[in-house]
């Protein structure tokens, strides 16, 4: 008698979910024009777009802020994700056709052969066909990723340490051993400012600032244990290893926020060390610089006050509570 209550009580809680999710697309639709109308109006309230936090009900990649990862985008979505999808159904309808056609009661005799010369050329020339097609695609994104372009408007150090990121600038004459640093601690939740735009466990006391528009190469290295230092919005993703220098590079196609983590499970506050990246326009880049090389406080006064161009966020439903 128990038992079968308990199932009674846990197959309504089953149904329940299960209604709860068939309506979801309702609710996003109806839900999802008022947020967006109000997600507007707030983004134009706010100094810069942000990319790279959390959005409400958001499904697939997070908009690209480089050409870079806009080919990654396009690599994923438009090439990668049909041929995905067309083995997947492939394969499946094959097991179908297998488990229906050959059961035991409709084909109670095997046949008895091991080889098939065709069906072995095939399986092996049309996944070689879909992997180097694949390659047409995308080796030349993997040869920009790697190679910084000859042209860099910055270079910027960036240390891993548990559980903070260090970022390192070069002095006037691009030497970073002469330069300044600064380290970059996550903003704790109780004292986010969410009327400054800040994001829970993504905003940090002191971003990464780079000028917008420009190719800025980054070295990554790490103090103590291995760190990932990434950035999908801007496309960059690399390993942060203690005794090694790594080199990658981006390009911030217009001002604003992007935000990332560290992508290396590097100890027990690892999901704590957030990468915040402000891009600003070059005159409010330079200023920035002047005053952050002499006082990292000073710096901040000018990125609070730097104007950068208003843009609508990227998914409107952000703003739905
Ligand atoms: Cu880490």
Known sequence: MRTSKFRDADLKANRKMGRGFRFAPMRLFSGGLVSGVAASVISFAS??????????????????????????????????????????????????????RFRRSAHPEPRNFSHNTLV??????????????????????????????????????????????????PDASGDLANGFEFTSNLVPDEEIDAAKGQKRQLSVDYPLVVPAGENIRVLVTAADVIHSFGVPALGIKSDAVPGKTGETWFNARQPGTYFGVCYELCG??????????????????????????GDVEAGLTILA????????APVQLAARK
Do not use: C
């Open 47 to 100: 100094p810069a777009f942000a990319v790279g936090a959390p959005t409400d009900r958001a499904i697939g990649l997070q908009e690209a802020g480089s050409d870079i990862a806009e080919a990654q985008i396009f690599l994923h979505d438009t090439i990668l994700f049909p041929i995905i999808t067309a083995v997947t159904i492939l394969v499946l309808a094959l097991l179908l056709y297998v488990m229906l």
């Open 120 to 169: 072995e050329v095939i399986w092996t020339t049309v996944p070689v066909v879909i992997l180097v097609f694949i390659s047409l695609f995308s080796f030349p994104i993997l040869f920009r990723e790697g190679i910084t372009p000859k042209t860099v408007g910055e270079t910027v150090k960036v240390r891993g340490n548990q559980w903070s990121w260090t970022y390192i600038y």
């Open 268 to 293: 027990i506050r690892h999901g704590y060390m957030p990468i915040e990246v402000r891009a600003l326009a070059r005159a409010d880049y330079d200023r920035w610089r002047a005053a952050a090389s």
């Open 305 to 312: 006050a730097a104007s950068a161009p208003v843009q609508a």
